[in-house]
Every structure is written in C-alpha cells, then in structure tokens.
C-alpha cells in the first residue's frame, strides 16, 4: 500500500493539541503515514513537517486580522497551489475555519478529500456558514455533543467523537503534587491567570489580569498567582508588562498551562478553548474576555447563544461568572474571583457540574476521530 500523505493545518495552541493526538491516534493505524503542514510544537513532535510557523495564523479580532490579512492571503494561495500540484490522501483542517475553510473548499473542488475537525460555532453565529462547509468539507469532526442539531438543514457528514482532553486529563489526580512541582507550598492559595495565547489576547487582557491580581493580594495578602505563557512570544511580551508588577508574587512559566491549572484553586480565564481544559480538571473559574471596541460591538450584535464560555453552553446554565469587554475590569473579576476562592457553596456547586461534564466528553476521540477518517477513506477507495 503507498504511504499515506496528510496535509494538516492547525491555527492555534488548542488546535496544536488535537492535532497531535491526532496525529499519534493515526500513526497507530498507519506508521508510515506522512504529515506536513502547519502546527505547533506538540504536531511536530509527533512527526508533523511544517511548511510554516503557526504564529502567523494565531490572531483574533476583524480588525487585528486586517492589519495581517495581505500575508494570510498569500500563505493561503501559496498553500492550496502546493497541495493541489502535489495532492496529499486527505486534507484535515484543524479549527481555524476563517483560515481553514477556504482551503477546504478549493481542495474538494479539486477532488482532494477534506476534513474539517472542531465544528465552527455556527450555534453561536454566522449560522448560514453550514451551507459553505457542506460544500468545502467531507467530514466534519465535531467536540461537543450538542453541535449536530444544528447541521440538520445541509444533512452534513458529521462524527461527534468527544473531546481529547476528557481523555488525556484524569478525572482525579494530586492537586499538592503540583503545586509543588511549580514551587509552591501545598498551603498556598493559588491561582492561575491564564490570558489567552493571541497576541490580541495579550494585549488587551494581561495589563486587566495582573491588576486584578494586585487587588486581590491587597486584600487577601497569602494568595499566590501562576502566569503561564503560550510560547516564548508571550513570554517575551508579558515578562515586560510583568516589570510594572514587581511586588506582585506571580510567577511567569513557558507553557506548561495544565499543571499551572491544575496547582490552582481558582483561575481566572480568557473565554476560549482553554475554559474547557479548566473545566475538565473541576476548577471554579472567572471566564473574562476583551478585545477592540469596534471588534466587540460588531461580534456583539453577531451572538445567537446565551453563554459564551464552553463550561456554561455544555452545563447549559451560567455555572461560571462571564465578564466582557467593560465589565471585564479588575474591581468585578477580584469581586468574582474571592466568591470562586473563597464561597463554599458556589465552589462545590460548579466543582460538582464540571465533574459531570468531564464524564459526558470522556470517550476515546482521537481514536473515534480516526475511525471516521479510516471509513471516508475506504469510502473513495472503493
């Protein structure tokens, strides 16, 4: 049988981690499989070959996407000439639908295989998309098992496989190991300031996040902070907003966010992908999320969904607190996060419902997401 060829993009952090449990579920299956493509560190170390650096997807916001979109739109064309000239088995596009999508669309049209893996929150907006995906994608892999319903109109190709982490992250484990794998004492109050791993992210959250934290310490000086950033461009530009905050005892770490995450007893967190790594690993949380003005009014209008953190849309009631935009300012999320520390009641209630959600996506996915590549591929072969 000829080696199987896999083109694999992934935008982002979250999108790194699917794909490399991706990629590792397939390589069972096939050994000889070949990867190439773009994705971060845990891809590549599972044999991806980047043909470019994931860095130059990671961007979020109408506006910040403008300032980049000349040099996306060439990676984009340049892409979907190489792949076409030189056609992989199957394309998997991982998240990333502004990105991804298009690509999928020209491969189909070209009568390369695609696969599109994280439904795009079509529940939440842009509802009309499913029409485009039906047209630009073959199999759609989704997370969560409530996305299907809304693709019944297109009667798409859907696999709901679960989701990686409620498999990769134990539903009991050793808080005290962990804190003192970071260096903390196991009596310390600890919690994880995790602002996101875009650059837009840093820049309109980090500065709200570490005053935040300031506050807190004021009030309740025996509490300790963890700052993990996503990779060294983070890193870099957070240890510079760090010089302001030199009393502040936060400690700033490369990567290494679910250990971060899982030392803590709180964690106040940027709404995204990384509230469900939280949410599996049972900790109360403040969800918060800015961005720019004109970014957040037109987005606003754009919302079909009650919630916008995953803990809650999966728990289906506002579990956690959610602060946006203006309200996502230090004197409410300290407010928040002393009730997330400190309120009994409210830590049992959300450590009870988030337990229940880990159980309902613990199921084999990578695996799940395998299968349901291996029987579109038997499928064209037959």
Not at 126 to 131: S, V
Request: glycine residues 4%.
């Amino acid at each position: 049988m000829p080696k199987l060829k896999v083109a694999i993009i992934a935008g982002e952090a979250s999108g790194d981690i699917l794909g490399g449990g991706l990629i590792e579920a397939f390589k069972a299956r096939y050994p000889d499989a070949e990867f190439y493509g773009i994705g971060g560190d845990l891809m590549i170390a599972q044999g991806l070959i980047p043909v470019a650096a994931m860095e130059q997807l990671s961007v979020m916001g109408l506006f910040e996407v403008l300032a980049r979109l000349p040099s996306l739109l060439k990676l984009r064309k340049k892409l979907i000439a190489d792949f076409i000239s030189s056609p992989p088995d199957l394309f998997i596009g991982i998240d990333a639908p502004d990105f991804n999508l298009n690509i999928e669309l020209a491969l189909k049209k070209a009568g390369i295989l695609t696969v599109h893996y994280v439904s795009p929150s079509v529940w939440a907006w842009k509802h009309k998309r499913i029409y485009k995906i039906k047209q630009a994608v073959d199999l759609l892999l989704t997370l969560f098992p409530f996305e299907q319903q809304h693709y019944s109109a297109t009667s798409q190709k859907i696999a709901f496989v679960g989701h990686p982490l409620a498999k990769l992250i134990p539903q009991q484990y050793d808080q005290d190991q962990y804190k003192l794998q970071l260096g903390f004492k196991t009596e310390d109050t600890l919690v994880a300031l995790l602002p996101g791993s875009r650059s837009s992210e840093t820049k309109y959250l980090t500065p709200v996040f570490l005053r935040t934290a300031q506050l807190l310490c004021e009030k309740h000086p025996q509490v300790r902070f963890v700052l993990p950033a996503a990779n060294q461009y983070r890193y870099d530009e957070i240890a510079l907003l760090l010089q302001a905050y030199r009393k502040l005892p936060v400690r700033l770490i490369l990567q290494d966010s679910r250990t971060a995450m899982a030392a803590a007893d709180a964690i106040l967190i940027a709404s995204g992908t990384a509230t469900l790594e939280a949410a599996l690993l049972a900790k109360p949380m403040v969800v918060a999320y800015k961005m720019a003005a004109l970014t957040y009014a037109i987005y606003s209008r754009m919302l079909r969904v009650k919630y916008i953190s995953l803990p809650n849309l999966l728990a289906d009631e506002m579990l956690v607190p959610e602060r946006l935009q203006n309200q996502a300012n230090p004197e409410l999320l300290c407010d928040e996060l002393e009730q997330a520390l400190f309120n009994k009641q409210q830590r049992d209630y959300q450590i009870s419902k988030l337990k229940q959600i880990h159980q309902q996506l613990d199921l084999p996915a990578n695996e799940r997401a395998v299968d349901a590549i291996v029987d579109l591929l038997k499928v064209k072969t037959s």
